[in-house]
T-cell receptor, first 114, second 114 residues
């Protein structure tokens, strides 16, 4: 079984400040991990993914995340927040083989204050 | 190119009526997923189609829910005898053959059962 926990349903940062969104996972097999962003009334857009290899992965819009197996974490960061980053962010996990349906966390709504 | 499209974008129906939701995946994508996004349950997997294989229906919440995929392309999710708890956004995603873990989401259909 797999599960994802996102700490903090709402995070507020100032424009230009560091963004840190937390994600911890549980998986009985090596996980594949994802971050998706959802803007109001839109579908989900893939920000970045970890499958194998380098544990620090870079995505679109300046976001990156680091897979830490010992901590079962996959936190999302961005050095400097922009107003356009305001959205809801979902961490998700799936297995490498077999059914690849995503198991999502409950989401974190990011607010960026001017 | 064109992304995943879903129709209708919004659907309001009376309790007890049947509804059909449509998903047009990206051309050439072999796998197709349906998810449901609701306030109480977050993002949940519903059903998965992969090529000509039998669909994985393990996420369907009740036998009122069914889905089909015709010709390996368009998919229809049908909800019979709708209930108020079926109110949610229904999201469709498809994945390319070469990147089976990269799911591309449509904008969703917002279903409201009155």
């Amino acid at each position: 079984a797999q599960s994802v926990t996102q700490l903090g349903s709402h995070v507020s940062v100032s424009e230009g400040a560091l963004v840190l969104l937390r994600c911890n996972y549980s998986s009985s097999v090596p996980p594949y991990l994802f971050w998706y962003v959802q803007y109001p009334n839109q579908g989900l857009q893939l920000l970045l993914k970890y499958t194998t290899g380098a544990t620090l992965v870079k995505g679109i819009n300046g976001f990156e995340a680091e897979f830490k197996k010992s901590e079962t974490s996959f936190h999302l960061t961005k050095p400097s927040a922009h107003m356009s980053d305001a959205a809801e962010y979902f961490c998700a996990v799936t297995r490498p083989t077999g059914r690849r349906a995503l198991t999502f966390g409950s989401g974190t709504r990011l607010q960026v204050q001017p | 190119g064109a992304g995943v499209s879903q129709s209708p974008s919004n659907k309001v129906t009376e309790k007890g009526k049947d509804v059909e939701l449509r998903c047009d995946p990206i051309s050439g994508h072999t796998a197709l997923y349906w998810y449901r996004q609701s306030l109480g349950q977050g993002l949940e997997f519903l059903i998965y189609f992969q090529g000509n294989s039998a669909p994985d229906k393990s996420g369907l919440p009740s036998d009122r829910f069914s889905a089909e995929r015709t010709g390996g392309s368009v998919s229809t999710l049908t909800i019979q005898r709708t209930q108020q708890e079926d109110s949610a956004v229904y999201l469709c995603a498809s994945t390319p053959t070469g990147e089976p873990h990269e799911q591309y989401f449509g904008p969703g259909t917002r279903l409201t059962v009155t």
